[in-house]
């Protein structure tokens, strides 16, 4: 069985208790809610996917807590499929993890192995290959807000995913409405991406470093270009958008992933909770990320 153990060192805590406090905090945050959460255990049910960040608590954080907030009133999903980007290695399409479990410092989370090998089984382009997940931060940062929110009463089935072209996109994102519509798994299928990545540490400073008031302006207007795609369900043209004019957006492909599966699962709309940005919460004009969370319902 395979055994996951955290890596993302700098993005969250190792520690129990100060993994909830910084929860907490993301919660209580200027950015975030505002409040702490109440699960809804009768439903109502309608949320099929949903867009987080997956930056350092610190950071991205406050916008999680606005996505995590609106799953807990939405009830109490059984699997949480979650597709998050490669940062440390490249490799084409899909890697899934379809046994095992993940070691958290809020508890062991377990994949659910029936519906992670259906999917793989579904598709002709997702594999496996639990180690595509080492020392990958974009799904491990997940997981403590999965689990303040549920505790231990949900799985995951974890999908990394790296270069993947519009075809391979399609089959991944039916192969995994496919799988839980035909095993009638309640689950939502998460995607994690931050948005524009702008400074001379990303390579990306299209419109120059000043002034800052005009940067700042230019990066708010490509992320609220993008968030309209994405809450548009527009797979396709996101996909476009990103590619085309070069955006540094790092989980495109894992958002019209998700995106393809909602649609294929009933969802007829998408919800904007909460855009800000790096600079919002830390005041540097260096570099800058844009974070959003974003709901995605029948």
């Not at 190792?14 to 993994?19: A, G, H, K, S």
Request: glycine share 8%; with cysteine; proline share 5%.
């Amino acid at each position: 069985m395979k055994i996951r153990k955290p890596s993302a060192w700098g993005f969250h805590p190792f520690n129990r208790d100060d993994e909830v406090l910084e929860i907490e905090r993301s919660f209580l945050s200027k950015h975030g809610v505002g409040r702490k959460l109440a699960v809804s255990t009768e439903g109502p049910r309608k949320m099929v996917g949903l867009v987080v960040p997956h930056a350092g608590y610190a950071y991205s954080g406050p916008v999680a807590s606005h996505a995590y907030y609106e799953i807990a009133g939405d009830g109490v999903p059984e699997t949480f499929v979650l597709l998050g980007p490669t940062h440390s290695s490249r490799f084409p399409g899909y890697s899934a993890m379809i046994d095992g479990v993940w070691k958290m410092p809020l508890g062991a989370v377990s994949v659910d192995s029936d519906l992670a090998k259906e999917i793989v089984q579904s598709s002709s382009f997702i594999d496996i290959n639990p180690e595509a997940h080492d020392k990958e931060h974009s799904i491990e940062v997940q997981l403590p807000f999965l689990q303040y929110v549920y505790g231990d009463q949900f799985r995951i089935v974890p999908i990394a995913v790296g270069y993947s072209d519009h075809a391979m996109i399609m089959d991944a994102g039916r192969a995994i409405a496919k799988a839980i519509s035909g095993m009638e798994r309640d689950s939502v299928v998460v995607a994690t991406t931050d948005l524009t990545h702008y400074g001379s540490a990303y390579g990306y400073t299209p419109v120059g470093m000043s002034p800052f008031t005009k940067v700042y302006e230019w990066i708010q207007d490509v992320d609220r270009s993008i968030i309209d795609l994405i809450v548009a369900l527009d797979a396709s043209a996101l996909l476009k958008t990103v590619t085309e004019k070069g955006y540094t957006m790092c989980g495109a492909t894992p958002v019209a992933t998700m995106l393809i599966a909602a649609r294929a699962l009933g969802a007829k709309s998408g919800k904007l909770l909460k855009y800000t940005t790096s600079y919002d919460v830390s005041g540097s004009t260096k570099l800058v990320v844009g974070y959003a969370a974003i709901a995605v319902s029948k």
